[in-house]
Every structure is written in C-alpha cells, then in structure tokens.
C-alpha cells in the first residue's frame, strides 16, 4: 500500500497528494471540488507508520497531540539536514569576527571540532535559526550571524566573544520540546553554562546599557 493508498482508506473525500520541498509549511490540506488536496513535504515519505498514523490523526481528526508528534519529526529532520552555508564577511572594521571565534573555540571548547562558519549578518532574519538579539545560530548551515551593529569602536571585543560563545553553546546543546511542541532553546541546562563565560557579569550589564542606548534606537525597537 502506498501512502495515498493508505490516507485514502481513512477519508471519503478523494484525495490528492502532492510532495513538495518547502520547508516553512510542511503540511497543508484544503478541499478543492469535492477532492481533498493534501501538500507533503517529501521527508514524510521516507517516515515510519508511527508518523503516518499522527499525519492520519492530525488530517481528519484535527488531533493536537498528534501535531505534536509532526512536529517534533519535522524538527529532528531538519536539524539533521545540512545545507552548503552561504558565504559571511567576518572582518568588520572594528571586529573581525573569525579572530574572536577562534579565541572562544580555544578557551572554552578546544577539544571539539565544531565545523562551524562565523561573519556579520547583512540584517537581522528572526525567523531563521535559532536567535539572541545580537547574534543568531543557523542550524541548517551551520552559521553563526552577528547583528552588525555590534561591529562598532563602542562595542568591546569581550562582549563580541560571549555573543559567539552564546551562539556555539546553541550548536553544541540540544533544544527541548515543551509537551505543546513549542521548541525550548534556552534550557536550563544552557543558562548554567552561559554563565561559565569568563565575564558574564560585564557583558550582561554590557548587553543591557548597550540595548537600551544604542541598539533600540538603530534598530527602531
Ligand atoms: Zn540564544
């Protein structure tokens, strides 16, 4: 039986199944004439029964726990994906960024090989990767992004150093998924080790003066 064949068994409409690659909507259905159009994101096509049974579930039923299970199987397969990483500028004119990571890897993680691209991010995508204000973690390509305001005379180089280290600690830390499939990136578990950073305490009365004074006000927050 092949996965139309198996939805199909559930739904007296008839069904269409389309795959498709689009990462931001994995699964949509609308009735179109009489017929239910399904869209697929292709990896459910190599996915157990378990999640074909939650993708049943969640289609006809409307089921929430079975969303969740979608959910998490959407995540783990992303993460586990990794795409050719576009290329960054990591000299800036104040900081040069590859310098500093080179800096953070060897002081706090020298015997890890975290494979992991560094430069200024052309503006700011919330929506991409994991995210602080100042810097942002793609998982996908495994890319640190810095916000380039932070490339700037008034931004000392220990506080450039903890963005980065923040944004490795995402790398190399799990994320956990709450009950209702919402993703937990900063787990407790992370803010321990945060706070291992050899001048945490200057660089988050740092982060704060600077986000209240200059950041808010570049950034029209
Ligand atoms: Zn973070």
Redesign the pocket.
Known sequence: MDHLEYLQKQSKLSLVLIWHENRSSYLSCRIESHKMVIRLHRMFASMPMLIWEALASYIFQKDKKARVVLKKAAHEYFSSVYLPPKPLLSKGSTHHLLLLYDKVQQEYFPSMDLKIEIGWAKKQKRSQG???TFGCFDSHQRQIRIHPSLDHPSVPAYFVEFVIY??IL?AILPSAISSKGRIQ??TKEFRSQEKLFFEYEKAKSFEKTFFNSVFRRVNFL
């Open positions: 994991r995210c602080m923040h944004e995402h990136a900063h």
